[in-house]
């Protein structure tokens, strides 16, 4: 079987090509792909070549924020699977392309475990926050904010989603910085702070944080949050770093403890699924563009990667999908 798939060919190079599927194994499903996101993060960064490793060896298909309808599944999975919409972390079932992480594709053949089925989200298209959501979600947990002040640099999806649920799982304070002011006024941070216009000292003046929680990757940012933290203070790298370069003068006064979150762990999927369903997370205020699947493609990719007001662009591939115009959830009587 052959599929539409976006593939980068090279550095900075993207086509719209066809690709060919592998055969489904028992235990695959076959999803046709509604919605798909780019990642402005591990996207980018291969985008430019920065990451010369397996799986992002060209020519590649990217992509990990995929929504779809299920059409066809294998003989050990529920039949009853078929016509859903689910969330697809991926899929390695390409011929003669590498997938990283392989979920821009207009059909997807993926091992069932890998999906999420998005029961009780009125709008599937909402389903495309659950990886960043779970990140973000992961983030928290390793911060242990619970009755804590929290310092949230960066309020771009990740950042944002972070200090959502920072105030969810119970923080005593949340401050959030961002340049942005776009980004920053859907922040629901109980301080704001744009360092592009205000001076970060006065603003924070007279706090002391327990949690730092970057979601930057810009070590100066990092550098000024840190003299914010309190003694034996915890910090979270939200993001992916390819060095790390900081004073370490401070962390060895404040003997601060610093934490790597890789992704989401298991059951972080599901969880963000349901707070999305019950209303309790808000993740419709991330999808701020989108884009048809087309010749035009890597206008879209270029956007993401370098405009800031794009917090989230979303990919559409099918004509229905564009009709969705529902909120993520009912509201509750």
């Known amino acids: 079987m052959t599929s539409k798939a976006i593939v980068f060919t090279g550095v900075r190079q993207i086509e719209l090509r066809e690709v060919s599927l592998k055969p489904l194994s028992s ?53 009853e699977l078929v016509g859903k919409f689910a ?25 069932v475990e890998s999906l999420t089925v998005l029961d009780g989200i009125e709008n599937p298209q909402c389903g495309i926050a659950l990886p960043l959501g779970a990140t973000a979600l992961h983030i928290v947990d390793l911060a242990e904010v619970r009755g804590k002040k929290v310092l949230v640099l960066g309020q771009g999806a990740v950042g944002l989603l972070a200090a959502e649920l920072a105030k969810l799982m119970g923080a005593e304070l949340v401050a959030a910085t961002e340049p942005s002011a776009n980004r920053l006024k859907h922040s629901p941070a109980d301080i704001r702070i744009n360092p592009e216009t205000e001076d970060v000292s006065a603003a924070l003046a007279g706090h002391e944080f327990d949690v730092l929680i970057d979601s930057t990757g810009i070590m100066p940012a990092i550098e000024t949050g840190l003299r914010f933290l309190r003694f034996q203070g915890r910090v979270v790298f939200g993001g992916y770093y390819q060095r790390m370069n900081i004073d370490y003068s401070q962390a060895f006064q404040k003997e601060l403890s610093f934490i790597a979150a890789k992704q989401w762990a298991k059951g972080d999927l599901e969880r963000v699924r349901r707070l999305i369903a019950e209303g309790r997370l808000d993740t419709e205020k991330i999808f701020t563009h989108h884009h048809r699947v087309d010749e035009s493609i890597t206008e879209a990719y270029l956007q993401a990667f370098t405009d800031p007001d794009c917090m989230k662009m979303v990919l559409t591939w099918k004509k229905e999908a564009e009709t969705y115009a529902k909120p993520c959830h009912t509201a509750q009587p």
């Not at 697809?88 to 059909?107: D, M, R, T, W």
């Open 87 to 111: 969330y697809i972390a991926g899929s390695f079932g390409y011929e003669g392309v590498n997938a990283a992480f392989g979920g821009a594709s207009q059909f997807v053949a993926c091992p």
């Open 27 to 79: 235990t695959d499903v076959l999803v046709e792909t509604w919605w798909s996101s780019i990642s402005t993060g591990t996207e980018k960064m291969a985008f430019n070549g920065l990451i010369p490793s397996p799986p992002f060896i060209f020519p590649f298909i990217p992509g990990y924020e995929t929504v779809g309808r299920i059409r066809e599944v294998g003989g050990h999975v529920n039949q």
